[in-house]
């Protein structure tokens, strides 16, 4: 079994596909030949756009969490004038990125979509060159995908132009976009620093290991980038050069997106281990991680008070951010998430956190810097609550004071 269409290296590329492949089976995950993606939701305006079936979009109203509209509403469809063509997506495993008016997202066959807002209509679509699992990023010079055929590309949101593109290596982790650059980490173990708008490489080599790099590149404050992957260890990577700075071990991958608060960085494991770690120096924050049932794919975050992870099996957990030690008991969903959860305010929000956690693919927001706001650490209290996808296609909003989950939509 493999993922894309390998240019080059065969055999080394082939052999650590399947090693993925089989961590993604193992751990309970969608199958190559059914690959029905997972995708933490996105929220702007007070509407959540959410994957709730198979290469499907759908918008909710986060006051109601009555269903707006969802793309494609058949396997029938146009976009941009052209004709109607049937057409059936594959899984969507990418957060949307969102602008003034449209929603851009990518399916795991290669298609790269944009759709309007206010009705789900087709704008355009595209074709890259192979899979795509990373999500869609939006910058002042356009629209960053990364696909598995090695390239990342700059398209214009306008009509999905290609404006140029680089050739990074196999990438399957969301990129990040800062003020000083685009990080980009791929499955041959490297993590780029580009230029945003000519995509040349900023660093003079990249930073390189020998295993691949499965993280979402995280930045803790503007001094350290955080990666990691299938080698079992975390790196803080000096952003002005790219040298390494510290690693840190785990039990098993590193794969969710990491959280950060401050300077400590939670992080996940498919052993189903938390970890907190001093982002400055690699050092365990914690005696001892905490370990869940079950093994965890997504990543963690902070709601109110407590440090919240949803392992594979769906089970959620509240965890003191401090000592590691878990609070009260855990909350079982019954269905399989893969999927980071979601944080939103009181006021439907999304809790500005860091790295690539809520919202740095909002347009507005994707050439800021990715430090915590107030809420992102915890001064918001029992006004936050957390919103799960599973891939039962249901969201369930968790109370992270009470610790209380309910349905709140489904497919």
């Known amino acids: 079994m493999e993922i894309g269409t390998w240019k080059s290296g065969g055999f080394a590329k082939r052999r650590l596909i399947v090693l993925a492949l089989f ?30 079936e198979r290469g499907k979009l759908t918008s909710v109203d986060t006051g109601t969490f009555q269903k707006i509209w969802t793309f494609p509403a058949s396997d029938e469809f146009a976009c941009g004038g052209g004709e109607t063509k049937k057409i059936k997506n594959d899984g969507i495993y990418g957060s949307p990125a969102i602008d003034d008016a449209n929603v851009y997202f990518g399916t795991y066959d290669g298609a790269v979509y944009a759709v309007k807002q206010s ?27 990364a696909a598995t055929d090695g390239y990342l590309y700059l398209l214009d949101p306008k009509n999905g132009d290609q404006k140029s593109k680089f050739n990074a290596g196999d990438v399957w982790a969301t990129p990040l976009l800062k003020d000083d650059g685009l990080y980009v980490a791929t499955m041959t173990g490297k993590l780029w620093k580009l230029d945003p708008t000519t995509l040349d490489s ?29 080698g079992k260890k975390l790196y803080g990577i000096d952003p002005e050069t790219g040298e390494q700075k510290w690693s840190t071990d785990g039990a098993n991958w590193f794969w969710g997106e990491p959280f950060v608060d401050g300077t400590t960085v939670y992080a996940t494991d498919l052993d189903g281990e938390v970890t907190a770690i001093n982002g400055t120096n690699g050092d365990k924050v914690w005696d001892a991680p905490f370990s869940a049932l079950h093994s965890i794919r ?3 975050v902070i709601a109110g008070e407590a440090l919240v992870t949803v392992d594979n099996d769906g089970v959620v957990y509240r965890i003191d951010p401090s000592t590691g030690k878990g609070i009260g008991q855990p ?7 893969h999927a980071s959860p979601l944080v939103l305010n009181a006021d439907g929000t999304p809790a500005v956190s860091l790295g690539n956690q809520t919202i740095p ?15 992102a650490s915890g001064s918001a209290g029992s006004a936050q609550k957390v919103y799960i996808v599973t891939t039962g296609g249901h969201v369930f909003e968790f109370d992270p004071d009470a610790g209380r ?6 497919k």
């Open 361 to 375: 693919h909002v347009a507005a927001l994707a050439t800021t810097s990715t430090t915590p706001s107030p809420a």
């Open 298 to 300: 997504s990543g963690p």
């Open 202 to 230: 900023k660093w003079s080599t990249p930073f390189s290991v020998s295993t691949a790099l499965l993280t979402p590149p995280t930045a803790v404050g503007d001094d350290m980038i955080v990666v990691g992957g299938i």
């Open 119 to 145: 009705d789900g209509t087709c704008v355009w679509r595209i074709e890259t060159g192979d899979n795509l699992l990373a999500a869609p990023i939006l910058g002042e010079a356009g629209l960053y995908v």
């Open 331 to 337: 909350n079982l969903l019954n269905e399989s998430v």
């Open 405 to 410: 989950t309910s349905q709140v939509v489904s």
């Open 23 to 52: 961590a993604v089976l193992v751990a309970g995950c969608a199958s190559v030949a059914n690959p029905n993606g997972w995708a933490r939701p996105e929220v702007t305006g007070k509407v959540m756009y959410v994957t709730l």
